[in-house]
């Protein structure tokens, strides 16, 4: 990307110009990320080879680091990166490299590329998990344990509740009952339910580490053995059933369990392998703020259909890069030592040393807990699988869907042309925003519309819109 700004376009007549670097031509859409040592295995050559062929993509290799790739990375200037790697090599070091190096592609604040890290329990788990991303998938179905997703989106939900001890609601189509169990019998109906709705996606928000996943009120757990996940139920393992079908694991406020730990014998490994995980978002640290994973989810539900999981990781890391910037620049000079954590006292002295270490950068006296939590929460979600996999929750109701922007290109100018609804909310929490097809080069916005805007050639958000108009925006380009 370029460098982006701030427009404020309180504008009735003339040209509000973006401020950018040069978006250089020619660039890559797909590149593939590698260990160098993949290339002597025959099996994991066959993943990165079915990969590129999948997306035309160029192919760039690493010795010890995802990090020395990143002068290769600017000159290609990508859309979508894929690290292939094996679960050994794989830890929390590992996710906050790809994480800030996703921003460091040119000068400015913003991630540059969707990205997702390609593994698998072994070679044949990870080339598993790229073919059942090449075709699109409508979510229509899913099992939660959290109250913060809606059976709204689904034609078909089933929810252990996370508010009320023991409370299972399940919809199926139209009707929906409620059902009351005891603490023992809570594992036992999320492993059935598992197994008879065969769920598109899964949602979790409850205690969980790199090796257990606990059911809300911590009745019961899930963990795995040599990549396949079971429960222990009456004494005995119970191992899930597997149906080799692509799926959504969403793991939004579990702490640690997208943390593979340098091990194939995780709890995220096994989800990718034994339930067939197509993409999965999760944290590799503890969570207590949840901007990164509720975030996300925030702007995937926001308008339904618009976004892939990894469209929606995108666009949120945005908003809280803009979040950052928005409260103090020097926000960017700052990165949290998450390496260093090592236990909840550990925790507690390093979030106090870095409420020191803002008032000291940033010059903010009283910094908040959105302060800190947002820049706690900047470098530690990551996205397993392919990035490009168009995987979207379905608008089951029109009423859902509050604005839709139709596009067009017309040689050196583009016109974004956005419909608010009669019952879109002026306030809302989320800006509207779009993705662009393609990689605008240089692009500058000339408006008549009173609106605020951020302008960048990858994507574009809107405030300060109003129900029921329609609004036309020009955006100039160079060829």
């Known amino acids: 990307m370029c460098i982006k700004k701030i427009l404020s376009l309180f504008l009735l007549w003339g040209i509000c110009f973006s401020s950018f670097a040069g978006n250089r031509k020619g660039g890559k859409e797909y590149v593939i990320v590698a260990n160098q040592s993949l290339v002597r295995s025959q099996e994991w050559s066959e993943v990165i080879s079915y990969l590129r062929k999948q997306h035309e993509a160029e192919v760039v290799y690493y010795l010890n680091s995802p990090s020395e790739v990143k002068e290769k990375l600017q000159r290609l200037r990508p859309r979508y990166v894929a690290f292939v790697e094996r679960p050994e090599q794989i830890g929390l070091q590992y996710v906050l490299r790809v994480n800030r190096m996703s921003r460091e592609i040119d000068e400015d604040m913003y991630v540059d590329f969707r990205w997702g890290i390609i593994t698998g329990y072994d070679a044949a788990g990870a080339l598993r998990l790229v073919k059942n991303a090449r075709n699109p998938l409508i979510i229509r179905s899913a099992l939660s344990t959290t109250t913060g997703v809606k059976d709204s989106y689904f034609d078909n939900f089933a929810l252990i509740s996370d508010s009320k001890d023991g409370e299972v609601i399940v919809k199926t189509g139209n009707e929906s009952n409620v059902d009351t169990l005891a603490p023992e019998e809570i594992l036992s109906k999320f492993c059935s339910l598992y197994e008879t709705f065969d769920p598109d ?43 080799r079908k692509p799926r959504v694991y969403f793991p939004v406020g579990n702490c640690l369990i997208g943390n593979v730990n340098n091990t194939r014998e995780s709890m995220a490994i096994a989800w990718l392998n034994s339930a067939d995980i197509t993409g999965m978002l999760a944290y590799v ?128 100018r583009c016109v974004l042309t956005l419909i608010t609804e009669n019952w879109f909310d002026s306030k ?52």
């Open 201 to 243: 996606a899964i949602f979790t928000a409850s205690h969980a580490t790199e090796q257990n996943l606990e059911m809300p009120y911590s009745r019961g757990n899930i963990k795995s053995e040599n990549g396949k996940l079971y429960a222990v139920l009456s004494g005995e393992k119970i191992f899930f059933k597997e149906s």
């Open 285 to 412: 640290v503890p969570t207590w703020y949840g901007v990164g994973g509720w975030g996300t989810l925030k702007v995937w539900m926001d308008s339904p259909g618009q976004y892939s999981l990894a469209d929606a990781f995108f666009i949120n890391m945005q908003l809280m890069q803009l979040q950052l910037e928005k409260w103090n620049p020097a926000f960017k000079e700052i990165k949290f030592p998450h390496e260093t954590i090592q236990s909840e006292v550990r925790m507690n002295n390093l979030l106090g040393r870095m409420i020191q270490k803002i008032v000291q950068v940033t010059g903010i006296e009283e910094p908040t807990k959105d302060h800190l939590g947002t820049l706690y929460d900047e470098d530690v979600m990551v996205y397993f699988g392919d990035p490009k996999w168009d995987v979207r929750l379905q608008a089951m109701d029109s009423m859902m869907v509050d604005y839709s922007i139709d596009f067009q290109n017309y040689k050196k």
């Open 428 to 479: 809302r929490e989320i800006p509207c925003s779009f993705i662009f097809p393609y990689r605008l080069n240089r692009p500058r916005l000339v408006s008549k519309e009173n609106i605020q805007a951020v302008l960048t050639d990858d994507f574009i958000l809107l405030y300060n819109l109003e129900p029921g108009r329609t609004y036309r925006l020009e955006i100039e380009i160079d060829k």
